[in-house]
């Protein structure tokens, strides 16, 4: 599932989860950086499919910031900031 990224990001492979499976992975993330732990910036190779659809809309509910990766529409990075 983690996959080595630069050292301010964590990378995190999606592919072959559920979708359920795949938001407790998002908001354990969320759950951890708000108490000062974790990663700032998160790849998720999501796909294009609902996983990316999810996350997106639980980074708007969060004021969380996303960018599709440019060059590759199946990673989404958020900045947990």
Known sequence: M???GP???QVLDMHGMRLQEAE???LKILGEVRMKRGFKRVQF???QGAIQTRFKQLSSENDLECTV???NAGVLIVHFE
């Open 69 to 71: 990766q440019l060059g």
């Open 7 to 9: 050292p301010d990001v």
């Open 45 to 47: 190779i999501t796909g």
């Open 24 to 26: 407790d992975v998002f």
């Open 2 to 4: 983690s996959r080595k």
